[in-house]
């Protein structure tokens, strides 16, 4: 069955640091990938997503995603951590083989410090 | 604007009681949604449609019930067979072509006491 590790529930950075959230996958199909953001007491917004073409990605408030086959691996980075980026990140993916269902890794919260 | 909607944001209930999570989208997606969410576990998936008059079943069912008698509309009953109802949930929809990107409402806190 179709799996999502998210390394780290919680990630701390300085404002201005690098972000780096870790997401592998499982599956032996190319998926559908996908990061979301949640701000407490909000729903899920997407961030951004892998379908097929360039490996690497680049979504909303100016995060990436870098999409690696071999390394079954679709980690989140943002060259410079604002304060407001300090919220839950859930990585996901599409099985193409079981329709419409995503399969979400547990989450990891990004702290952000001044 | 397009969306989903999810009322109340808040729910408060007596233990014992059925309580009903309405969710509602104007996306006309055919597929919809309804999370758990518990701190630390990420979502688990309660029950899914992608045709009305059809639903399944999915990690977490025991304790809920749904319907889906209109594409807009896929409310959420949490019974008083549900062991631990209090949570945050969410409720997503999505079209049944790929990439199968879902959209999410803003969420309902149920609080049962």
């Known amino acids: 069955a179709q799996s999502v590790t998210q390394l780290g529930s919680h990630v701390s950075v300085s404002e201005g640091a690098l972000v780096l959230l870790r997401c592998n996958y499982s599956?032996?199909?190319?998926?559908?990938l996908f990061w979301y953001v949640q701000y407490p007491n909000q729903g899920l917004q997407l961030l951004l997503k892998y379908t097929t073409g360039a490996t690497l990605v680049k979504g909303i408030n100016g995060f990436e995603a870098e999409f690696k086959k071999s390394e079954t691996s679709f980690h989140l980075t943002k060259p410079s951590a604002h304060m407001s980026d300090a919220a839950e990140y859930f990585c996901a993916v599409s099985d193409k083989r079981a329709g419409t269902a995503l399969i979400f890794g547990k989450g990891t919260t990004l702290s952000v410090s001044s | 604007d397009g969306g989903i909607t999810q009322s109340p944001k808040y729910l408060f209930r007596k233990e014992g009681q059925n309580v009903t999570l309405s969710c509602e989208q104007n996306l006309n997606h055919d597929a919809m949604y309804w999370y758990r969410q518990d701190p630390g576990q990420g979502l688990r998936l309660i029950y899914y449609?992608?045709?009305?008059?059809?639903?399944q079943k999915g990690d977490i069912a025991e304790g809920y019930s749904v319907s889906r008698e209109k594409k807009e509309s896929f409310p959420l009953t949490v019974t008083s067979a549900q062991k631990n109802p209090t949570a945050f949930y969410l409720c997503?929809?999505?079209?049944?072509?790929?990439?199968?990107?879902?959209?999410f409402g803003p969420g309902t806190r149920l609080t049962v006491t």
């Open positions: 997503a929809s999505s079209s049944m072509g790929p990439p199968y990107e879902q959209y």
């Open positions: 449609s992608q045709i009305v008059n059809d639903f």
């Open positions: 599956s032996s199909v190319p998926p559908y």
